[in-house]
């Protein structure tokens, strides 16, 4: 389902053990669930995946009430201590995502783990990436970045409502 779209971003993510050495298990959906005054001392590095928004496609002449098929905006928040070290992580995170979605759809379903399998109805027929401007803030201080997906997916899990 396509409100379900950053589900498959994390998954991809913590999977990951080269991402794991870097960040822990500092990867929050949404947002870091902490009081904003206790932002600051959130350890570095660190991800946040966040469901941006949602747009259906062009409806056809047999859906008369919704589409099948949306596309997602999906943005990655990736926090580093230094430029170079934002830089490395923005690539090990697009190209750990782009091998994810590669695995799924190259596997016989049956060697999944469940875990993976679950991930399935959730992957994106595409998944293009963008990238917004660094930006430092020397509150923290930190570099940061979004990288920002937009994926065409299916619109339900289903063809029920």
């Given at each position: 389902?396509?409100?379900q ?17 870097i ?38 002449k ?8 949306d ?31 590669e ?59």
């Amino acid at each position: 389902m396509s409100l379900q779209t950053d589900l498959i971003f994390v998954r991809a993510l913590q999977q990951s053990g080269d991402i794991d050495l870097i960040v822990d298990d500092r990867i929050y959906m949404t947002a870091i669930p902490r009081p904003e005054e206790e932002l600051a001392n959130e350890p570095l590095p660190y991800i946040i995946v966040t469901f941006d928004g949602i747009t259906p496609q062009e409806q056809t002449k047999d859906a008369d009430y919704d589409t099948d098929t949306d596309t997602v905006s999906v943005g990655i928040v990736v926090v580093a201590e230094t430029r170079p070290k934002l830089a490395e992580l923005s690539e090990l995170v697009r190209s750990t995502i782009k091998a994810y979605f590669e695995y799924l759809q190259g596997t016989d379903p049956d060697e999944l783990s469940e875990a993976d399998k679950e991930m399935l109805p959730l992957l994106p027929y595409s998944a293009q990436p963008s990238g917004g401007q660094v930006i430092y803030n020397d509150e923290k201080p930190c570099y940061w970045l979004t990288l920002q997906y937009q994926c065409d997916v299916n619109a339900f899990t289903d063809d029920e409502y």
